[in-house]
């Protein structure tokens, strides 16, 4: 049987770095009900939805890189064929993607890649809107540290020629910066990826708006002085909870803001939010409501529970944070006080509720709702250019103001690039 040969011994050849088998009792005729890619600097994931549960293997070979998945009892319809299609050439990890029958009952899709991955894949049960999912997550194999991204993205930017003491101007002294250190502040634009959060009745996705209200945000806090940003996610992909939190502490942020925009049953809803972590328990039953429904995320996002989160031991330190969750409290009810100005609050107070993304023990943190997408009125709203600029304006405004009442202390040189 040479072709059998001939398989073995490309399989020997190769250096395997990973083989896995997955059995989950599929059966025959198996329909993929969607496919979808998003690539992301952090890591480029590929959805596979399906009807019914999948059986796979996967391997990971070199020579050129590519990574390997068989899907057994799979038909090989219209919608796998769309796969090579949606493969970016600006994509950081796969280069292109072949799918085809590779004998009777399994159709086989070869990823080519760019380089060296470090690969996940996991099967997700239907959850929300959507069916089964196989998810394949291609992670570079050195993860991607935020603080040196950070640390490299700002030493992109030429330094500015100093003037020489007579071609400064006379008349005007430097005017003093009224943060006396550099501060950083982690921008967290809610949902992204598989997880859209709320849509809209004119179906705005919330993932969409969110993001373009914390880049926004992002450029006034970096044209401020002494003030840089960071955000957790600069595309649509998802990113874990617990992530999120991981990569504002390792920048040692001053600050983590989400930025949301809410939703509820009932389209008449409106106004804006802010809320903080509580230790004892909600302050009304719409926060926990609420707090549960944004926890959710992981759950629609799709996090591979097999995996530890690199970011897990450095976050959850101390859960005993009672003076950050003052800070937080000071930091929202300044936020709260700015977004007054500009729309209805829809509590005239900060509340508070177990928000997983905003466990960091030693970071004020707040979650802004700007606005709620399923009122047709405020979804308008958020869509509108010149009202995202006001948002973010008030959100910076009042940071200013909590920061003008709180100044920073003395952080580690790790953290500042003074």
């Not at 280069?95 to 085809?100: E, N, S, T, V, W």
């Not at 930017?157 to 006396?180: T, V």
């Not at 897990?312 to 944070?321: G, I, K």
């Given at each position: 049987m040479p072709r059998r040969r001939d398989v073995l011994k490309f399989a020997a050849a190769s250096l395997t770095l990973l083989v896995s088998r997955v059995g989950a009792g599929a059966t025959a005729g198996t329909s993929i009900l969607a496919v979808r890619v998003w690539p992301a600097r952090d890591y480029t994931r590929v959805t596979l939805e399906h009807d019914q549960p999948i059986k796979y293997s996967h391997l990971l070979v070199k020579d050129p890189e590519r990574l390997v998945l068989d899907l057994e009892?799979?038909?090989?319809?219209?919608?796998?064929?769309?796969?090579p299609s949606k493969i970016l050439d600006s994509d950081p990890y796969i280069?292109?993607?072949?799918?085809?029958r590779n004998k009777p009952g399994v159709v086989r899709l070869v990823i080519e890649l760019k380089g060296e991955v470090k690969p996940q894949v996991f099967s997700l049960k239907p959850v929300g809107e959507y069916g089964h999912r196989l998810v394949l997550d291609l992670y570079p194999v050195e993860p991607i540290d935020p603080l040196m991204a950070l640390l490299e993205k700002t030493g992109e930017?030429?330094?500015?020629?100093?003037?020489?003491?007579?071609?400064?101007?006379?008349?005007?002294?430097?005017?003093?910066?009224?943060?006396?250190?550099l501060v950083t502040i982690v921008l967290d634009p809610g949902h992204g990826g598989e997880d859209p959060g709320a849509i809209g009745r004119g179906g705005s996705h919330e993932k969409n708006v969110t993001l373009s209200v914390a880049r926004r945000l992002k450029e006034k806090i970096d044209a401020t002085p002494n003030m840089r940003s960071v955000l957790t996610r600069d595309g649509d992909y998802f990113i874990p909870l617990q992530q999120r939190v991981g990569k504002a502490r390792r920048v040692q942020a001053d600050l983590f803001v989400s930025v949301h925009a809410d939703a509820f049953i009932k389209s008449t809803a409106r106004g804006s939010s802010v809320f903080v972590l509580s230790e004892t328990g909600a302050s009304s039953s719409a926060a926990r409501w609420l707090a549960n429904k944004e926890n959710s995320a992981d759950l629609?996002?799709?996090?591979n529970l097999g995996a530890k989160d690199p970011y897990?031991?450095?976050?959850?330190?101390?859960?005993?944070?009672t003076a950050t969750i003052n800070d937080s409290l000071k930091l929202g009810k300044d936020v709260l006080g700015e977004l007054g100005r500009i729309n209805t609050l829809h509590k005239g107070q900060v509340e508070q509720a177990g928000f997983a993304v905003l466990k960091a023990p030693d970071i004020p943190s707040i979650l802004i709702e700007t606005a709620f997408i399923s009122n047709p009125e405020e979804e308008a709203r958020l869509n509108d250019e010149a009202y995202q600029d006001r948002m973010a304006d008030a959100i910076l405004k009042g940071i200013r103001r909590y920061f003008a009442k709180n100044p920073p202390l003395a952080k580690s040189k790790l953290a500042r690039l003074d």
């Open positions: 009892g799979v038909e090989f319809n219209s919608v796998l064929q769309t796969l280069k292109l993607i072949r799918a085809g930017a030429p330094p500015k020629a100093e003037l020489k003491p007579a071609e400064r101007p006379a008349e005007k002294p430097a005017e003093k910066p009224e943060i006396a250190r629609v996002g799709g996090v897990l031991a450095r976050t959850l330190l101390d859960l005993s944070q």
